[in-house]
């Protein structure tokens, strides 16, 4: 990424910094107490959103559940997937150092497609890489009020990509932000970090705050080498939120804007001529390269939103966003192959990324009355992306392009037995500038026998919409010796590099699903409660691939390379002939599982939450090598079985301890060098965090990780394929002061 290209950028950082210190002289600061809320208060507390109104957990018909303030400072959560963790049934899984793939009832990976994530409303959804960069949203995690979390379809509310769940990060208001808070960390391997947030009130009436970190992670242990590995990375954040007050309604603004830079190392197929071993005589070569990757990630979003109350008592919210998003990453691209070509080139210095303008318009009324609770709303989005890749392995059709998404929602809550029985029914309306109409209905039942207990189930319908780079780019997926292919052509003197294409004139189709949910949910007591979900998703059209035509018939006329061969001048093993592929959309799966949680107060001083959860997913096989290769790498991305307990003492007034055990069951990844899946053992995790209040706005932590064993491998990232890493046992001081 060239200077130039972040002028645009570093302005509005500079614009940004000036706003927020003329605000900050212009206030008063006041303080803050943020230790002093009891667990049965922020119980209480908890109330979400995510049906696009304020609503208890308990009154919701949907697997829901809130990760409070307290318990992410409880747990000594340093990033957002980190808590995620306390999420029943939600697959968490830790990459390297700061790379986590996330997901929701199966199908993870490290760019997660089918789960909507947004902070404060605005979606994290990133277009260039069809899903969430979790190493770039580096919260503050003393700011964040909430995170709520919905397992299972969004869609009907939602739209498009909330199909297995949503996510939403909820910060702290400026108002509840009053003061300054200090956090600064150290963690074993060379991991730190330091944040201030500081708020105050506006002269003119109202509250702001401003809030920075800048933080590290170290190198993680290389799995098949244990040394330490090129993925380090630094990142720096910076935002300011302005709540002004007004005589009608609530406003607020939000700007934030983040650098992160790191290195990673991809696999890519390749001639052996550009393999890493070259290999000697006699001896198997090698089909794969290893490319040290520098990651530059920029990004700014600016945010506004009004909500007032009008006429006949109709609640009304406004909300407008845009954000900016720049990532690329440089380093020796290329397998080798030469598009038109049998003769290999060596890979080059090149740059692959994209950046994206996201401005989004989302308005909604509610409107209350006796029999029916209804909402609706609707949505306009335009993108403008510009994809950049390397000749090879990726190559996109269209680097550019424009588009403008429409949508409209409503969502109809029907009292049908006022206090026992609701009927909710709603649907989102889609215009997709790529996938074209996605209409996604649903229907929910809510009964409450008492104000205790509650039963609920649904039905719904939701869509995925594929981004450019998954339909129009082409991928050299595998490389393999020819003879593989064709026995007749000796071993080791020929290559067969499969290579996917998009079809000509094919236009992308949106991933299907529907999904029959049910639950049951009980407070026995103000000590004991339990909540289960049981589902069962079907999926169709899910993007995948597959060859052109049978192996038998893909070989090329053999005189030209008959010919590559024996000209001396060509690198040995730089010959080869292109296996076609395409992408598809003919892919099915169905997917069933359950959750359970438990929460117990054995004791005033003593908190228990328990949780168990399964999952199955089974694809349909097509007989084709290269589709059935990718549904097996689906079907077995997630852990089947997922166990957690959490225990929280407190030990005196001014000391805490977390105690936090979590097991996953065995999991498997595609592996580049043997193009087959490599199964990772069943593991645990022991966590643990021992708090001390030094004095009442003051706490001095010692965190402990993965305390069972030095290090394990947690998962590998089939697409982008890079180096399997180990999270390693670590330990953490931090220190948290307001003053």
């Keep these: 990424m060239t200077n130039r290209a972040l002028e645009p950028l570093g302005r509005w950082r500079w614009l940004l910094m000036a706003l927020a210190i003329q605000t900050a002289c212009a206030s008063v600061a006041s303080t803050h107490d943020?230790?002093?809320?009891?667990?049965?208060?922020?119980?209480?507390?908890?109330?979400?959103?995510?049906?696009?109104?304020?609503?208890?957990?308990?009154?919701?018909?949907?697997?829901?559940?809130?990760?409070?303030?307290?318990?992410?400072?409880?747990?000594?959560?340093?990033?957002?997937?980190?808590?995620?963790?306390?999420?029943?049934?939600?697959?968490?899984?830790?990459?390297?150092?700061?790379?986590?793939?996330?997901?929701?009832?199966?199908?993870?990976?490290?760019?997660?497609?089918?789960?909507?994530?947004?902070?404060?409303?605005?979606?994290?959804?990133?277009?260039?890489?069809?899903?969430?960069?979790?190493?770039?949203?580096?919260?503050?995690?003393?700011?964040?009020?909430?995170?709520?979390?919905?397992?299972?379809?969004?869609?009907?509310?939602?739209?498009?990509?909330?199909?297995?769940?949503?996510?939403?990060?909820?910060?702290?208001?400026?108002?509840?932000?009053?003061?300054?808070?200090?956090?600064v960390a150290s963690t074993t391997g060379g991991g730190a970090f330091a944040s201030l947030t500081h708020g105050g009130t506006l002269a003119q009436g109202g509250h702001f705050k401003i809030f920075g970190k800048s933080s590290r992670t170290g190198g993680s242990p290389e799995r098949d080498t244990g040394f330490v590995g090129s993925d380090a990375a630094r990142q720096n954040r910076f935002g300011i939120k302005l709540e002004p007050q007004l005589d009608s309604g609530q406003l607020?603004?939000?700007?934030?804007?983040?650098?992160?830079?790191?290195?990673?190392?991809?696999?890519?197929?390749?001639?052996?001529?550009?393999?890493?071993?070259?290999?000697?005589?006699?001896?198997?070569?090698?089909?794969?390269?290893?490319?040290?990757?520098?990651?530059?990630?920029e990004g700014l979003a600016l945010q506004g939103r009004y909500s007032w109350q009008g006429s006949q008592g109709l609640d009304n919210a406004l909300q407008f966003s845009m954000d900016h998003e720049k990532t690329s990453h440089t380093g020796l691209w290329g397998t080798g192959t030469v598009p038109g070509s049998v003769v290999g080139q060596a890979p080059r210095l090149q740059t692959a990324g994209g950046e994206k303008i996201e401005i989004d318009l989302d308005f909604q009324q509610r409107r209350q009355g006796q029999l029916h609770d209804i909402i609706w709303g609707f949505n306009l989005r335009h993108i403008t992306d510009d994809l950049f890749l390397p000749a090879t392995p990726y190559v996109l059709t269209e680097g550019k392009s424009q588009r403008m998404n429409y949508s409209a929602f409503v969502h109809d809550e029907i009292n049908v037995v006022p206090e026992r029985f609701k009927l909710i029914l709603g649907s989102k309306f889609e215009k997709d500038g790529l996938t074209g109409?996605?209409?996604?209905?649903?229907?929910?039942?809510?009964?409450?026998?008492?104000?205790?207990?509650?039963?609920?189930?649904?039905?719904?319908h939701s869509a995925r919409s594929l981004r450019r780079f998954e339909s129009f780019a082409q991928v050299d997926v595998l490389a393999r010796d020819a003879h593989d292919f064709n026995p007749a052509i000796p071993p080791n003197l020929l290559t067969a590099v499969t290579q996917i294409s998009p079809l000509a004139n094919a236009r992308p189709v949106a991933e299907k699903a529907w999904s029959l949910e049910a639950g049951w949910r009980k407070q026995f007591s103000n000590f004991l409660s339990v909540d289960t979900a049981v589902f069962v998703t079907d999926y169709s059209q899910l993007r995948g691939a597959r060859l052109s035509g049978n192996l038998a018939d893909v070989m090329p006329p053999m005189g030209p390379l008959m010919q590559c061969i024996g000209n001396p001048q060509n690198l040995p093993g730089s010959c080869y002939f292109t296996v076609n592929g395409y992408n598809s959309n003919q892919d099915k799966a169905r997917s069933h599982g359950g959750e359970?949680?438990?929460?117990?107060?054995?004791?005033?001083?003593?908190?228990?939450?328990?949780?168990y959860s399964y999952l199955r997913v089974k694809g349909q096989r097509s007989g084709d090598v290269l589709g059935d290769l990718l549904v097996s790498v689906f079907e077995n991305a997630a852990p089947r079985h997922q166990v957690s307990l959490v225990n929280n003492f407190s030990l005196r007034s001014d000391l805490n301890l977390n105690v936090r055990l979590r097991h996953n069951s065995q999991t498997s990844h595609l592996e580049q060098i043997s193009g087959e899946l490599t199964r990772l053992p069943p593991y645990s995790g022991l966590d643990m965090r021992l708090a001390w209040k030094a004095g009442r706005q003051t706490e001095l932590s010692l965190m402990g990780r993965n305390l069972l064993k030095d290090r394990h491998t947690e998962f590998i990232s089939s697409f982008p394929v890079s180096r399997a890493y180990d999270v390693q046992r670590s330990l953490t001081l931090q220190l948290v002061s307001r003053f």
């Design 34 to 183: 943020f230790l002093d809320m009891s667990l049965e208060e922020l119980v209480d507390y908890r109330l979400m959103s995510m049906s696009r109104k304020e609503q208890r957990v308990a009154d919701m018909a949907a697997a829901a559940y809130v990760i409070s303030a307290e318990e992410i400072r409880r747990s000594g959560a340093q990033s957002i997937p980190e808590a995620l963790r306390l999420v029943p049934g939600l697959n968490v899984a830790q990459i390297s150092g700061d790379r986590w793939a996330v997901s929701s009832r199966g199908f993870n990976e490290r760019l997660s497609n089918k789960l909507l994530v947004q902070v404060d409303g605005r979606s994290v959804y990133s277009p260039i890489f069809s899903g969430v960069l979790w190493e770039t949203q580096d919260a503050i995690m003393g700011d964040i009020e909430r995170i709520e979390v919905i397992r299972g379809t969004g869609a009907a509310l939602w739209g498009t990509n909330a199909m297995n769940g949503v996510i939403n990060i909820v910060t702290r208001s400026a108002q509840a932000s009053q003061g300054s808070a200090l956090s």
């Design 252 to 297: 607020s603004f939000k700007a934030e804007a983040y650098q992160s830079r790191s290195n990673d190392v991809w696999g890519f197929p390749s001639l052996p001529a550009f393999s890493d071993k070259p290999f000697p005589k006699f001896a198997q070569p090698s089909y794969f390269r290893d490319a040290l990757l520098s990651q530059a990630s």
């Design 437 to 460: 109409h996605n209409i996604q209905p649903n229907v929910r039942a809510l009964y409450t026998p008492s104000a205790n207990e509650a039963f609920w189930g649904a039905l719904s």
């Design 596 to 611: 359970w949680s438990l929460e117990w107060h054995p004791q005033p001083w003593w908190t228990v939450q328990s949780s």
